[in-house]
């Protein structure tokens, strides 16, 4: 049977737009693969085991805490709870240390720790932010230890009600952590060649925000990052006798909610541990430790020129 040039050439054409399809839906394929890639790239916590979150970081104690536990005997609790989540001696290079500090007094501390533990091939993330339930900026203060060594009161729920006529203020950038967490560590790329671990990834997170906990935690819990992403949660609430000028504080922008007075503080503190302890579907562990065993470095850091072998 002789075709007619008109079937032909509708064949021809239908052959045509087949592989124009069929070359259309492997280039979508692609690109949506080199697109998922860049996503992943583009995690700061992708290639990173076990992730630990310095979260109102200060000097970087808990840092050296994680990696350079030996140096650090008298620790109160934090070298000692590292040792259980994660054993000990521990391989360095499965870590990821990323450390939030505003206070920008300390921001020059923190680039010397990342350039040395750098050199040793430990990985850690200066972050200069605060962290809080929205990004933007916000008011801190700093205390009257300001040109001191040590400083534990940069806060921005603290005044110069507290400390003093010489306190002064300096505008910051604050992240909303549950946003920061999910778009930087939940999901992120594990390695192969950490396939064979027998303990599985963690991510453990150090909460000390003077006060900001009240709006940090429970964002945490209604986005449901906290419960997805967070294996610990170590910190404290700042409701004891001595944070009584922390108060009022204002949960919410529009002020509908304040807490008073640290009573308050301490029972919503209560409400939302227990809302974590009956929960059947949320593995997040909590422990209630503010180890300030070492306010002040003793310890210089690892030379840039000298590496040692990762245990």
């Not at 996503?39 to 630990?52: A, I, M, P, Q």
């Amino acid at each position: 049977m002789r075709l007619s040039a008109n079937t032909i050439a509708a064949l021809l054409f239908a052959v045509l737009i087949l592989r124009l399809l069929d070359l259309y839906m492997k280039l979508m394929y692609h690109a949506g693969a080199a697109m998922e890639g860049i996503r992943k790239r583009n995690k700061l916590g992708d290639g990173c085991y076990h992730v630990f979150l310095d979260v109102g970081s200060n000097i970087g104690i808990h840092g050296r805490f994680l990696y350079e536990p030996d140096l650090y005997p008298d620790s109160t609790s934090s070298v000692a709870q590292f040792a259980l989540e994660f054993g000990y001696p521990r391989d360095n290079s499965l870590f990821c240390v990323f450390a939030f500090e505003p206070n920008p007094k300390f921001s020059k501390r923190h680039r010397d720790l990342e350039r040395a533990y750098d050199a040793m091939g430990w990985r850690y993330k200066f972050i200069m932010a605060g962290a809080s339930n929205a990004d933007g900026n916000l008011t801190f203060f700093h205390s009257h230890l300001v040109d001191s060594e040590m400083e534990n009161g940069f806060s921005a729920l603290t005044s110069k009600t507290l400390y003093g006529t010489d306190a002064t203020s300096r505008t910051v950038r604050i992240v909303r952590l549950a946003s920061w967490i999910r778009n930087e560590i939940e999901d992120r790329v594990i390695p192969a060649q950490y396939s064979n671990e027998v303990s599985k990834p963690k991510v453990v997170m150090k909460l000390d925000i003077e006060g900001l906990e009240f709006k940090v935690i429970p964002d945490l819990l209604t986005t449901g990052v906290l419960c997805k992403n967070i294996d610990l949660m170590m910190g404290e609430f700042h409701y004891a006798p001595g944070n009584h000028n922390y108060y009022p504080i204002n949960l919410t922008s529009d002020g509908r909610h304040i807490l008073h007075n640290r009573n308050e503080g301490k029972s919503l503190s209560e409400q939302m541990l227990r809302l974590l302890d009956i929960s059947e579907h949320c593995m997040t562990n909590i422990r209630l430790n503010d180890d300030e065993s070492y306010p002040t470095d003793p310890h210089d850091l690892p030379p840039l020129n000298i590496s040692v072998p990762v245990r």
